[in-house]
């Protein structure tokens, strides 16, 4: 079993059920994943990008951040590109204790798992 890997299920399970987006963004708050190049949504979670938690991430899970109106197109520390929207809670698969988001200013900020487990919100609610 690879590094993190009982992490990352244990995140599909606790903010699942998710679904495959295939090229845009959800539209909505939900948390997404991204893996392995593709993004899935949260169909029951939001991370609030108000929460009191957030601060910028020094731990490089994000490389490169281009920022565009309301979504932000990012790079991974394994060099796989994903687009985001802006103030969107999002978790990288290869870090899964971590969620992460792009605030307004193109800022990486990032808090625990166990932080954003603590603050989530229903989605629509």
């Known amino acids: 079993m690879a590094p993190g890997s009982t992490d990352l299920q244990t995140v599909k399970q606790d ?32 991370v609030p990008s108000a929460a009191a938690w957030w601060a910028q991430d020094i731990a490089g899970n994000v490389t490169s951040v281009a920022g565009s109106g309301d979504h932000a197109t990012i790079t991974d520390a394994d060099a796989i590109g994903y687009t985001v929207g802006i ?37 629509g609610r």
Do not use: C, D, H
């Open 15 to 46: 903010f699942g059920p998710w679904r495959q987006l295939t090229g845009q963004l959800t539209g909505s708050p939900a948390l997404l994943l991204l893996e392995s190049g593709g993004a899935y949504a949260s169909k029951r979670w939001t």
């Open 87 to 123: 103030n969107q809670a999002f978790i990288i698969s290869s870090n899964p204790g971590t969620v992460l988001l792009i605030n307004p200013s193109g800022t990486v900020m990032s808090m625990s798992l166990a932080q954003a487990t603590a603050v989530r919100k229903p989605l």
